[in-house]
């Protein structure tokens, strides 16, 4: 970020307004918010607490998500560093490989990809990113040429695995912000769900599916990925004693459609999606299939990133709740997901404006200390960043702490008394 700059994705939005001849009042009603929200957004004076909000702000001034947000950053830490590395060889696989037209290359025995990739997920659960990418690029690669060459048991098994690899590598591109690869990857994974003819699988590839294509602004189709899956996942038996996949998917996208809700404001729907996903969670209890952590545990975090994202509010309030109930976030075993659970609670603490801005820095701080290249890399904890520093009455260490780990320098005209 340069030092003038009060706020990144603000002064993004005023060059792009300026260069694109848009006035205040007609960005902003086209953004569908105020014009002295957007003057105070452009400003630094407010900050970018919605992911929605910037769908909208980069709709309305005719540009990308990422022109906005400025991602992928330069990198600031060796753990960012090692997994932007995987990136070319994630990308290289997927742009040269498809389900019908694979390489002439030699690859290694099916049980050994499945286990690699087992155990990269794995790693990715474990927010050790860089170890889960190490080999991704040949794993994509090869598990390709198994699905399309091999006989048909090992043709099913490596498309089971060829998903849960894009699982991976939707992972890998989201967190490091190249959001059109994270489309690329998760599509991919679903495509490969459903030539091998795992529903379940191909539910929680939706999931993926929706929350890449909302990342860069294609709000409506995100919607619609979304409902066609939980359409066909509902005519599925439900849970039964030996198995809950079908379950877990049909509650996660439960989830998922919550999301897609709460960035509109829908507040009717938001309630419906999420008691259907209590109500699955409380059939299934903790479970983890393919390491996505449906259960009542990761139902409460998820709560708290959708009303995070509620247009119509409602974070503090969802932070107060989840305080009170003080779920045990272990029971996950993700540092991954817990971190994000975090970076959940500290977005909604901050929502309250200023007097919960302790809590809020507690959180993230956390977060950041379980998963950083999780949240280093995130437009919206960037931003959560410099909201606390500016409303901060006094120097904090555990702020000058995030702004280094961050790579993120104090504004030169910003005073901050002692």
């Known amino acids: 970020m340069d030092a003038e700059d009060p706020s990144a994705i603000g002064a993004r939005a005023r060059r792009i307004r300026t260069r694109r001849g848009l006035s205040l009042d007609v960005a902003a009603g086209l953004a569908g918010i105020s014009k002295p929200y957007l003057s105070a957004l452009e400003r630094g004076k407010r900050g970018f607490n919605r992911r929605g909000l910037i769908e909208d702000l980069a709709n309305a001034l005719g540009c990308s998500v990422v022109d906005l947000t400025g991602q992928p950053y330069l990198v600031v830490d060796r753990q960012s560093a090692d997994t932007a590395a995987t990136i070319p060889g994630v990308s290289a696989a997927l742009h040269d490989t498809t389900l019908d037209d694979i390489p002439d290359m030699p690859v290694r025995p099916l049980p050994e990809l499945i286990s690699a990739t087992s155990q990269a997920n794995a790693y990715a659960d474990d927010a050790r990113y860089a170890l889960a990418g190490r080999d991704m690029g040949a794993l994509l690669a090869e598990l390709h040429v198994h699905a399309v060459t091999g006989e048909s048991a090992d043709r099913q098994a490596a498309l089971v695995a060829l998903a849960e690899a894009c699982m991976v590598a939707y992972c890998l591109a989201y967190r490091m912000g190249h959001a059109d690869l994270a489309?690329?990857?998760?599509?991919?994974?679903?495509?490969?769900?459903?030539?091998?003819?795992?529903?379940?699988?191909?539910?929680?590839?939706?999931?993926?599916?929706?929350?890449?294509?909302?990342?860069?602004?294609?709000?409506?189709?995100?919607?619609?990925?979304?409902?066609?899956?939980?359409?066909?996942?509902?005519?599925?038996?439900?849970?039964?004693?030996?198995?809950?996949?079908?379950?877990?998917?049909?509650?996660?996208?439960?989830?998922?459609?919550?999301?897609?809700?709460?960035?509109?404001?829908?507040?009717?729907?938001?309630?419906?999606?999420l008691a259907e996903a209590r109500s699955l969670a409380a059939h299934t209890g903790e479970r983890n299939y393919l390491r996505y952590h449906f259960g009542p545990t990761n139902v409460a975090g998820w709560e708290l990133s959708i009303a995070a994202e509620n247009e119509n509010g409602g974070g503090p309030d969802a932070a107060e709740r989840f305080a009170a109930t003080a779920p045990d976030l272990s029971v996950l075993g993700s540092k991954c997901r817990e971190g994000y659970v975090r970076f959940a609670l500290a977005r909604c603490w901050a929502q309250a404006e200023g007097p919960r801005d302790g809590e809020a820095l507690r959180a993230l701080d956390t977060a950041d200390r379980l998963a950083p290249v999780v949240v280093r890399n995130d437009p919206i904890a960037r931003d959560l960043v410099l909201t606390l520093d500016r409303r901060a009455r006094r120097r904090v260490w555990e702020l000058d702490s995030l702004r280094n780990r961050f790579g993120i320098g104090r504004p030169v005209s910003q005073n901050v008394t002692t």
């Open 183 to 273: 489309v690329i990857a998760a599509r991919r994974g679903f495509d490969a769900a459903l030539r091998a003819e795992r529903p379940a699988l191909a539910g929680m590839l939706a999931m993926s599916r929706t929350v890449a294509l909302m990342r860069v602004g294609a709000r409506r189709q995100a919607a619609t990925v979304c409902a066609s899956a939980l359409g066909e996942i509902t005519t599925l038996p439900g849970p039964t004693p030996n198995d809950t996949t079908a379950a877990q998917a049909c509650g996660i996208l439960h989830l998922t459609s919550a999301l897609v809700a709460a960035r509109d404001g829908r507040d009717a729907d938001i309630t419906t999606h």
